[in-house]
Antibody
Framework: EVQLVQSEVEVKKPGESLKISCQASGYTFSTFWIGWVRQMPGKGPEWMGVIYPGDSQTRYSPSFQGQVTISADKSTNTAYLQWSSLKASDSAIYYC??????????????WGQGTLVTVSS | VVTQSPGTLSLSPGERATLSCRASQSVGDNFLNWYQQKRGQAPRLLIYGAYKRATGVPDRFSGSGSGSAFTLTIDRLEPEDFAVYYCQQFSRSSLFSFGPGTKLEVK
């Protein structure tokens, strides 16, 4: 059974750093892209970026390029999303999701439970 | 840019729901997906490739359309179908774009 288990609630102050995690199981981690998606309160999902754990290739949405860093550790089947200096506007739920790619389709088929990040002074 | 209409749809159980999704440019090879999100839960894949149902999705859910206009139809609404629905476009240049969602609520 494919599962993506994310780190739990994070409460941080503006300017602090943060790294949240997404541990995968039930499939070969290195052969599927993992994506990160932000969802702000009452809003739709926003794609942030994806990583291919096999070779750590990454692609970022222009909206998030330079704002966050996505990484992966094949030895622990874990993907990460990190910030070096948080802002209050980073408060949101962050989901990781497995990306399934094919010749005529490309979608996120399995999702983590989400990590709630609250940034407040 | 992906748009969805209506923003909110009020229907009763047993009725048919028709949700629309429009992309600003033609979606090549029907790279258009639909997700369902219930309150407090992660999105769930319903339809991929414009019309293919994901594993475990009841056949009352169906997707159609091509080019830049797509539709999600839910026949015979069940109580558990009332949720928010998002369409998502994929393109090789900009990868993923989600629509703003349609909230399907009980009338």
């Amino acid at each position: 059974e494919v599962q993506l288990v994310q780190s739990e609630v994070e409460v941080k102050k503006p300017g602090e750093s943060l790294k949240i995690s997404c541990q995968a199981s039930g499939y070969t981690f290195s052969t599927f892209w993992i994506g990160w998606v932000r969802q702000m309160p009452g809003k739709g999902p926003e794609w942030m970026g994806v990583i291919y754990p096999g070779d750590s290739q990454t692609r970022y949405s222009p909206s998030f390029q330079g704002q966050v860093t996505i990484s992966a550790d094949k030895s622990t089947n874990t993907a990460y999303l990190q910030w070096s200096s948080l802002k209050a506007s980073d408060s949101a739920i962050y989901y990781c999701a497995r990306r399934y790619t094919g010749s005529s389709w490309d979608y996120f088929d399995f999702w983590g439970q989400g990590t709630l990040v609250t940034v407040s002074s | 840019v992906v748009t969805q209409s209506p923003g909110t749809l009020s229907l009763s159980p047993g009725e048919r729901a028709t949700l629309s999704c429009r992309a600003s440019q033609s979606v090549g090879d029907n790279f258009l997906n639909w997700y369902q999100q219930k309150r407090g839960q992660a999105p769930r894949l319903l339809i991929y490739g414009a019309y293919k149902r994901a594993t475990g999705v009841p056949d009352r859910f169906s997707g159609s359309g091509s080019g830049s206009a797509f539709t999600l139809t839910i026949d015979r609404l069940e109580p558990e179908d009332f949720a928010v629905y998002y369409c998502q476009q994929f393109s090789r240049s900009s990868l993923f774009s989600f629509g703003p969602g349609t909230k399907l609520e009980v009338k």
